[in-house]
Each structure stands twice: as structure tokens, then as C-alpha cells.
């Protein structure tokens, strides 16, 4: 993991709260209210993320993980291990997962809240019990 996304904040939103959120949205319907964002505004750091599902994972300095993308490329048989993340690469080799658009829930989730209902905490016990579902 290079340097730089250490610290990058991830989304999770659970399909179960989402659709707690979207039914209790109907349930306290009100006509003054035009968009609500749906989503969990609880992330988990990229680092604590990252050593939840890998055991000992390595945090390099940018230039080194810039240079082993590199590599990978050049090597035909191991192109496939970074092909999920070419998209999100710029020309000089950097993952970008940021954007000049700002998301802001506030109003939403204040709104659920008075329904009742509450996102979930993604953290290190939420990340394993999403593995330990995907190891059947």
C-alpha cells in the first residue's frame, strides 16, 4: 500500500441498512423534503482497513509502489494482478480515489436519526464478519 492512501477514508454502506433507510424514508415521508443521501457516513481508514484483511500488509513509500505498478505492467503474466485497479491510476502512476466533489449527509442522517434509525460503525469486527461471509 503506498504511503499516500494510508490515511484515505472508505465507504461501506451495508444493502441491509440501506434498505432500513430507504423504507424508514417512505415511513416519515415528508413533501418539504426533496433529496436525501443515502449512505453510511461512518468509513474506516484505508491503513485499518488494509491490515484487517492482510496479515503483515507493507505501507511503501509512493515512489517504490509507483515503480512495482510499473513492473507489473511490464511482466505480461502478472498484468492481471493490478487490473482492477488500472482505472484508477493517472498518468504518473497514482491511484486517485479523490474528487473535487464534496459529499455531505448531515441533513439525511440527522433525519434517520429522528426515525430511529442509525448506521452501523464499519470497523475491524464489521470488516471480518464481511470475510468470514465470503469464506463459505
Known sequence: MPEYLKDFPVEFTPVDYLSKAVIKSIEYYNKSINILHLYNPNHIIVKELVNTIFKNPSIIPDEDFKKLLKQTLK???KRN???SIINDMDADFNLVYSSDIRLNNDFTTKFLEK???KWPIIDRK???LILYLFEL
Open 75 to 77: 511482466e505480461p503474466n
Open 81 to 83: 494482478i493490478i487490473s
Open 115 to 117: 426515525t430511529g434509525f
Open 126 to 128: 464489521y470488516i471480518k
